[in-house]
């Protein structure tokens, strides 16, 4: 998003005086200022402690600092009010960096310095379900249109006046993007305008939104730095991101946080939200019981239960697989599983197993690790393994899930299911499988944002982290 001029006048007033060094003063104090957005876009308080791609991605440039300069530093975090609090905190010094999805535009350019982009993203105006949609900007005559003030949004629809020159609109300084988002499911706005990550993703949680007219076309994100100050911090994030492409960081981070936004299922998505009301409550205490005994967030383990009943302990599939979790009768059995159809059985069953698999995947870095133990929860851990084998043998890693869920289809292609042990498999499916997963466990972290479960968790054990003091 970008800013605009006569708000950035207000804040962005400098002396002539000599540029102090910012990499300098970094690596003396041991402190790296980052101001930034909360959102989940951005940065957002997850399951797991800080979590959102810009957080991802300043970890990572923290981590890169440190092996270059051979000195540790601390991230401090700081949360800006609105577009104006974010340019005014890094001009005014206090931070040394904006990270939070800033689109770089020219007029930007005069008063902040940009590093390099990392992603494109268009600008869509969002409408309602059912409400009418626009086909034009003339369309919006007399309709309520609500956009953040001081952002990109601004300027682009002030761009488009010389050809509509009717066209209106309010500019709100006191809200967020998920506000206006909501503002426009719940009909109290006709129209508001949002980047495509921002609509992707929120569209989950507001399944009624949909995307009228296009706006702007590969819009460049980046971080901001202080125009006046040193530029040796700023050419060192270009070396951190030049780095983060070529080795897949950037894709990774990119794969966690919209993979699963790329597939949109309407009717499922308003069919989770009524079933996370008429029936999650019915096992939510068994669900946390299983998933405090077996060290798992209890949302995804509901994700799970979801994915394989709809939360339905009498559910039974054409392959003979029944229960809330849909467990085989050898794995029930293994587990002591007496009746599958019990919802708390199945449920104890089904947490247990998930952590017996997600245990075999120990040295795999997360996110992966977990999409992997998904993956072999749907189609068993030897097709797996032979997945994981196909990327070695076509030089893709196999740890890494974004190669795994391209090798998983092959296991149906007797080319390459006759030279691997666990022979064919329906390798298509537990691709689906783990963005479907993925998707529910999304949407149930943001319905239950402030149940951040104390006790450890299979990826905080993994990361060697315990969960942090709410900052947010």
């Known amino acids: 998003m970008r800013i605009a001029t006569a708000v950035l006048l207000g804040v962005l ?7 102090p060094d910012t990499l300098e003063e970094v690596l ?6 980052v101001v930034t957005r909360v959102g989940p876009t951005t940065y957002y308080r997850g399951p797991f402690g800080n979590e959102g791609p810009e957080y991802e991605l300043v970890e990572g440039f923290r981590d890169f600092l440190e092996r270059k300069y051979n000195r540790p530093l601390q991230i401090d975090y700081q949360l800006a009010d609105g577009l104006h609090g974010l340019f005014s905190q890094l001009n005014t010094g206090n931070a040394h960096i904006a990270a939070a999805g800033l689109t770089i535009t020219p007029d930007r350019e005069r008063y902040v310095r940009f590093g390099p982009d990392y992603q494109q993203v268009s600008q869509y105006l969002v409408y309602r379900l059912n409400s009418g949609r626009p086909h034009s900007l003339d369309d919006l005559s007399g309709k309520r249109l609500e956009v953040l003030a001081g952002s990109s949004f601004v300027t682009a629809l002030e761009s488009k006046r010389g050809d509509h020159p009717q066209l209106v609109w309010s500019e709100n300084p006191h809200t967020t993007i998920g506000d206006l988002l909501l503002a426009v499911q719940t009909r109290e706005l006709d129209y508001t305008v949002v980047d495509s990550t921002d609509f992707y993703v929120h569209r989950y949680y507001m399944p009624d939104l949909r995307k009228a007219i296009k706006l702007t076309s590969a819009d460049k994100l980046a971080w901001a730095f202080d125009l006046h100050g040193s530029d ?4 060192d ?11 897949g960081l950037l894709e990774r981070v990119q794969e966690r946080y919209y993979g699963h936004t790329e597939r949109f299922d309407y009717v499922g998505t308003r069919t989770f939200k009524r079933h996370y009301k008429s029936r999650l409550p019915d096992y939510l205490d068994t669900f946390k019981q299983a998933a405090d005994l077996n060290g798992v967030d209890w949302r995804l383990l509901a994700a799970i239960g979801y994915q394989e009943s709809h939360w339905n302990p009498d559910a039974v599939s054409p392959t003979g697989v029944a229960g809330l979790m849909m467990l085989t009768r050898a ?6 599983v007496e009746d599958r159809r019990n919802a708390k059985q199945s449920i104890d069953a089904g947490a247990e197993y998930f952590a017996q698999l997600y245990n075999r995947f120990e040295a795999i870095p997360e996110p992966d690790r977990t999409w992997l133990a998904l993956a072999a929860y749907n189609i068993g851990y030897g097709h797996v393994l032979d997945a994981r084998h196909l990327a070695v043998r076509l030089g893709r890693d196999p740890d890494r899930w974004l190669d795994i869920q391209d090798m998983l289809p092959l296991l ?5 299911y006759s030279t691997v042990r666990h022979g064919y498999a329906r390798g298509w499916a537990p691709v689906r499988y783990v963005q479907n997963v993925r998707t529910y466990y999304e949407i149930l972290s943001w319905l239950t944002p402030n149940e951040i479960k104390p006790s450890e ?5 993994a990361r060697g982290e315990q969960p942090e003091s709410a900052t947010l």
């Open 457 to 461: 968790m299979l990826i905080q054990a």
């Open 412 to 416: 149906a292609d007797r080319e390459y």
């Open 237 to 247: 994030a270009h070396a951190y991101f030049n780095e983060i492409k070529n080795n």
């Open 28 to 33: 003396e104090s041991g402190q790296l200022r």
């Open 331 to 336: 794995t029930a059995g293994g587990l002591g």
């Open 13 to 19: 007033v400098s002396t002539c005086s000599t540029p």
């Open 232 to 235: 040796r911090l700023t050419a």
